[in-house]
């Protein structure tokens, strides 16, 4: 692996879990800082947890009280310069992993895959996954954004990724989707477009384009 792993985080609520990780993680990487923040101890990361003081989280899928780490990691992703995520997850089905890779994670890796050839291949894709990213990210900003480009992906990429989240919601209730639900998730992208985006000439270019992705879902024969 080319890049340096200085720091390294894992975050998981079963405290055996992590210690096994830590095991593995420090096989590997004998000079890296890993850390393991205990959920069930310090509850919810501060506001201003500094996460990008980290090259790779490790972070669980599941992680009790309703919440998981795909949830984690939308609250708290701000940049393009997060660390790069690999969630484990102990369901092995191509809809959870279509739904983690479709939220941006970097990489996933399944609980019974969960060897030291696999943990570093998974940290090593995920590493490739973020630095193509930040690579494709300063371009951007040194091309002042090919608006036109950036929009018509990003109209596909919304609508594709609320119809997965709109789906898993109503597949979960058992049943279809119908306008409450289809607001929720409209309203918490609304929302993560104006967390994650500083510049508000993209924040009013997203919430367009969200309200456009928006029409398109309402009138889905679902």
Known sequence: METEIRKILIIDDNDDYRKLLLTHLNNLFPNTDIKEYDILKHGLPPPKFDWEKFDVLILDYYLGDDETGLDWFRKYKKSVYFPATVIITGMHDEDTAA?????????????????????????EKALAVRAS????????????????????GYLIR??????????????????????????????????????LNDDPTIQEAKIALLEIATEHIRNKSW
């Open 158 to 195: 919304i609508e594709e990724r609320l119809t997965i989240e709109i789906l898993r919601d109503a597949k979960r209730t058992g049943r279809p989707p119908d306008r409450c639900l289809i607001d929720t998730e409209i309203e918490r992208e609304r929302q993560d477009i104006l967390n």
């Open 133 to 152: 990213l930040v690579a494709e990210y300063n371009n951007q900003i040194n091309l002042e954004y090919d608006f036109d480009t950036f929009l018509t």
């Open 99 to 123: 739904l983690v890779l479709k939220s941006g994670v970097h990489h996933y890796l399944n609980k019974k895959q969960l060897t030291k050839n696999g943990m570093y291949e998974a940290i």
